[in-house]
């Protein structure tokens, strides 16, 4: 992402980051209450669910010096 992009097009991304992020939380929450949960699945969505707060952040960094500005 460079900082040329839309604004209108950062917050619906955003939107959609912070959408995923929640549902793989729900995600991990019901396989870590599983009686027999897939260890390597857990850890997959973990580390997406990372990957998901890490873009969230650079797109929040983004937008915020055009709010204050």
Same mark, same amino acid.
């Given at each position: 992402?460079?900082?040329?992009?839309? *604004?209108?097009?950062?917050?619906? !991304?955003?939107?959609?980051?912070?959408?995923?992020?929640?549902?793989?939380?729900?995600?991990?929450?019901?396989? !870590?209450?599983? *009686?027999?949960?897939?260890?390597?699945?857990?850890?997959?969505?973990?580390?997406?669910?990372?990957?998901?707060?890490?873009?969230?952040?650079?797109? !929040?960094?983004?937008?915020? *010096?055009?709010?204050?500005?």
């Amino acid at each position: 992402m460079d900082g040329a992009e839309d *604004p209108a097009e950062l917050l619906g !991304e955003l939107a959609r980051l912070k959408e995923e992020h929640r549902d793989l939380d729900h995600a991990i929450e019901a396989l !870590e209450s599983a *009686p027999f949960s897939d260890r390597l699945q857990l850890q997959r969505l973990k580390k997406r669910k990372l990957t998901l707060r890490d873009r969230i952040h650079r797109i !929040e960094d983004q937008i915020l *010096p055009d709010i204050i500005a």
